[in-house]
């Protein structure tokens, strides 16, 4: 179950699907995640994934990545069940940083996502250079463009992968918790790169987040996970009192003010990065644009 607003309707885009999941469950061992979850991305779309630690949201990405198997159900990419590896598909994975050693230098970092053979044919190397150079300054990192990942912060890092999952002219783009580890600055220049690229190549955006304040403008629809249960629908929909209370099994408040989202009471909120108190400027109905 899930998808409220039905596998065709989307608030603000009505592009094609690049995303489809139908029915998809999945299960560890003997543990459910999440099950009957149905669920289309359109071009254009951002969607912001919610939720409790340990919910599922990371496997979530991973499924669509074809890197862990639904137990049921199908996902397609562009009208085709999901394969591992497909270039289209951009991943921002949770930060890790670069091991000591590690012989790249930032601006390599980027030069992996460019795509050498798109349409078959390899992409001369002065094309790929400044598509390198026009990601790089779009994430603001020239001042250390040639220094070795490893002696980089991990903000510099973070900056890096979301240019690199960019630069694959991705049709659908999937961020886990790409805003950590950013300054306020930094969080408002990735997410606006991110918002700019969803509207412009068109593709849909699946942006797992603590925190929704800081893309609050720009999401679509929220993906709530909690418990093994899902909620999809706009943030006025799914960030409800009502609706997380009966999420969670017990008393959630949602407190909108000043333009912030606040929900206080979920069994998570001790998370050192649940994020629970966003923040964000204007009001969220005023934002969704
Ligand atoms: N390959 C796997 N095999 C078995 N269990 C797994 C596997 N991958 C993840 N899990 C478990 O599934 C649960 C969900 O993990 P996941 O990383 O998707 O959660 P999450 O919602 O992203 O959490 P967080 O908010 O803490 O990042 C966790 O309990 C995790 O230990």
Known sequence: MTDDSGPTASPSCDGEAVLSLRDATLRFGERTLWSHLDLDVRAGEFVAILGANGSGKSSLLKAILGQVALSSGTATFLGRPIARGNRRIGYVPQQKLADEGVPLRAQDLVALGVDGHRFGFPLPNRQRRQAVDALIRQVHAQPYRRRPLSLLSGGEQQRLRVAQALAGEPRLLLCDEPLLSLDLAYQATISELVDTSRRANPLGVLFVTHDINPV?????????????????????????????????????????THGRIVVVGTPDDTHPHAGHDHTATGSPAEQRR
């Open 216 to 256: 609050l403008s720009m999401v679509d629809r929220v993906l709530y996970l909690a418990g093994g249960q899902i909620r999809v629908g706009t943030p006025d929909e799914v960030l409800r009192s009502d609706v997380l209370s009966e999420l969670y099994g017990s008393r959630v408040d949602v407190i909108r």
